[in-house]
């Protein structure tokens, strides 16, 4: 049971359960390296336009074959000739740790660095969005199934239920391949099949069901309180009790959610992405420079691997994250997410 | 013991019930296009898309349109492709479950084994460097996407080390069925099986762990310790017996996924024509009949072990089992 929000008399210095959970987690060196590493990405995507500019010289959107660059003073083709490869005849160039085509060229000859750099701000778009809009939506459906109770929570649970059962995947793929087919048209409002909007929304549905659960449990058990009666009782209004009583009690669980969901958005994202269902090109997010670096895995492994690393580095800082944000917030860690 | 069978069945059955419905919603009900376009395809004739809007009564209300859908799909099964022109779907579904059952058993069996293992090495020497060091890799296995897992393999066996002492036994990508081979049908697996179950290691560690660690502070163990016991006997035959309960249900869910199309991926990856596969293939050509066959067997399947999973566990959980 979650304590309400005055329980700091007992600590010899009045501090407020957020200060204190602040506090932990600014001790917590594993969480912050995390977020360092985390904003350091951060920056690193965002800068992505002064890198094409300043750095690689190249437009990571537009093909290049027939381009050529020189390195250590001689003019070197960005697609070589190589009768390995893709099986034309060309390979694009590797690695040249240089400015320009620093982790090598794609299929199309477009500078990967560049691209991991522009990929990186969807992949981090899509997970944030998609996170906001699970926790948003878990938070109002389990707060209303579990504070309104009789049919409205029999119908929310059952619902919660049915999406629950359906694999993440599944699910993700039938709405992709349905959506991504046609574009979305609801009303005047129309929604274009390359649009960010259709992966946030996507991903950030598909997991509502695994927050919004255990938020209806909590919400349940504290409209069942003593402290909620005691409100109830005094004719409390129900929108105050659910203001200051119920929402103040489960915004630790949200917040605890809130990054482990996020690296979750990640990789869910990068797997829709890899299965050409996610960012549509000619954008691109790390899941389709891995797919895009698939056909050259044995010639060019650079163009599939560094987006990789990019992704593995991100979630597992916000893993670490999360763990210290559980650590502080919820000591004996009832909660947890889970993965698949 | 009978009533809460029958009560899991019936939920069971309404929930089948509700993914059909939602399945159906939105291959169908989407608003955007005319379904009868998606499902002929690409490119498809006038006369076509007339035949299929007649055959699953496009041009009748919702609920007609369900009832003829859910016919196709699972009583005369005669669901038919229109990118693969006549090809039928359902048997193709069933005749690729063999290849993902192979994958998914495979992994779990090394998941579990590792995961127990993982779980204990790191409960046992909780706070040492061992303790450390395994939940760190436990956390980058479960931070790795699967199919980059599997590139990366690949890169390393078919590629990069493959005519080395390592992985010159690595046969190229692809499967050969038990009945033909066995000992190329392992062979065949070993790199897709460590793959998957990569992920499954690291997160069973590191919930075993936490519930061992949970258990170490129960007094049932200080009373174990108190009459003597080694140390050995307490973690194998005290903590473990009950931290168990949460990793066999776990295991339940998770391998009911597996199979109802969570091995998507690393089945492409490797090449292994199983029903995920099928799935990515449907995907590339846009073939929507597939599709929706593909997502309604697997989830129907998921749902159904799922079941089969907590009626087994009530069954074993004498708590439950003389509950009634």
């Not at chain 2, 005369?76 to 479950?97: C, H, M, W, Y």
């Not at chain 2, 290849?99 to 058993?105: A, E, K, N, P, Q």
């Not at chain 2, 009949?289 to 129907?300: C, G, K, L, Q």
């Amino acid at each position: 049971m979650p304590e309400p929000a005055s329980a700091s008399g007992a600590a010899p210095r009045a501090e407020g359960p957020w200060a204190e959970a602040f506090r932990k987690l600014r001790r917590d060196r594993t969480a912050m390296g995390a977020v360092l590493v985390l904003c350091l990405i951060v920056l690193a995507c965002c800068a992505a336009p002064l890198y094409a500019r300043y750095v690689s010289h190249t437009d990571p959107f537009q093909s290049n074959p027939a381009g050529q660059i020189t390195i250590h003073g001689q003019s070197v083709d960005i697609m070589q000739t190589d009768s390995a490869g893709l099986g034309l005849g060309v390979n694009p160039i590797g690695p040249t740790w240089h400015g320009q085509y620093f982790l090598g060229a794609d299929g199309q000859g477009r500078d990967v660095a560049a691209r991991i750099l522009y990929g990186g701000r969807n992949s981090l778009i899509i997970a944030f969005f998609s996170t906001i809009v699970t926790l948003v939506l878990a938070a109002l459906v389990g707060t209303v199934a579990g504070f309104a109770g009789g049919w409205t929570d029999i119908i929310l649970a059952r619902l919660l239920d049915v999406l629950w059962a359906f694999p993440v995947y599944l699910l993700a793929i039938s709405l992709s391949i349905v959506i991504i087919s046609s574009g979305l048209q609801i009303g005047p409002i129309n929604i274009p099949s390359n649009s960010l909007l259709i992966p946030i929304a996507i991903i950030g549905i598909v997991y509502v069901p695994y927050v919004a659960r255990p938020i209806r449990g909590q919400v349940l058990s504290l409209s069942r309180s003593d402290f909620v009666l005691a409100a109830r009782c005094l004719g409390v209004p129900g929108f105050r009790i659910l203001s200051k009583d119920i929402l103040p009690n489960v915004a630790p669980t949200l917040i605890v959610f809130a990054p482990l969901m996020m690296a979750l958005n990640m990789l869910t994202e990068s797997a829709l992405s890899f299965l050409s269902i996610g960012v549509q090109p000619p954008a691109a997010s790390w899941g389709t420079i891995i797919q895009d670096g698939e056909g050259l895995l044995y010639t060019q492994p650079m163009v599939a691997v560094a987006p990789g690393l990019a992704i593995v580095i991100t979630v597992l800082a916000l893993n670490f994250l999360g763990d210290g944000v559980r650590d502080a917030l919820d000591p004996r860690a009832k909660l947890r997410v889970r993965k698949d | 013991m009978l009533l809460p069978v029958l009560r899991r069945l019936a939920e069971m059955l309404f929930v089948m019930l509700g993914i059909s419905v939602v399945v159906f919603g939105i291959f169908f009900a989407t608003p955007g296009a005319d379904p009868a376009a998606r499902i002929a395809g690409r490119n498809a004739t006038p006369q076509v898309l007339a035949q299929v809007r007649h055959s699953f009564g496009f041009d009748q209300p919702l609920p007609v349109q369900y009832a003829k859908m859910m016919d196709k799909l699972f009583i005369k099964r005669d669901l038919t492709s229109f990118v693969n022109r006549g090809q039928k779907v359902i048997p193709a579904v069933i005749e690729a479950a063999p290849v993902t059952l192979s994958l998914v058993l495979g992994a779990a069996v090394i998941w579990v084994v590792f995961g127990i293992l993982v779980g204990v090495a790191a409960a046992a020497t909780r706070g040492s460097l061992l303790d450390r060091g395994l939940m760190f890799l436990s956390l980058v296995g479960v931070s790795m996407p699967v199919f980059w897992v599997g590139s990366v393999a690949n890169l390393l066996t078919q590629s990069r080390w493959h005519n080395s002492f390592l992985f010159h036994w690595v046969p190229g990508l692809g499967y050969t069925p038990l009945t033909q081979d066995p000992w190329m049908w392992f062979k065949g697996l070993v790199i897709p099986w460590i793959t998957l179950a990569i992920l499954y290691i690291g997160l069973y560690g590191r919930v075993l762990r936490a519930n061992l660690v949970e258990a170490y502070q129960e007094d049932y163990i200080r009373t174990a310790r108190a009459k003597g016991l080694s140390e050995a006997r307490i973690m194998f035959r005290h903590a473990l017996r009950t931290s168990l309960i949460t990793f066999v249900s776990m295991f339940g869910l998770d391998f009911g996924a597996l199979v109802g199309g969570g091995a998507l991926l690393t089945e492409v990856v490797f090449n292994l024509p199983g029903v995920g596969r099928l799935t990515y293939e449907a995907l590339q050509t846009l073939d929507l009949p597939f599709i929706m066959a593909t997502v309604m067997y697997s989830s129907v399947f998921v749902v159904f072990a799922n079941a089969v999973v907590d009626i087994a566990y009530a069954w074993l959980d004498p708590r439950v089992r003389n509950a009634s």
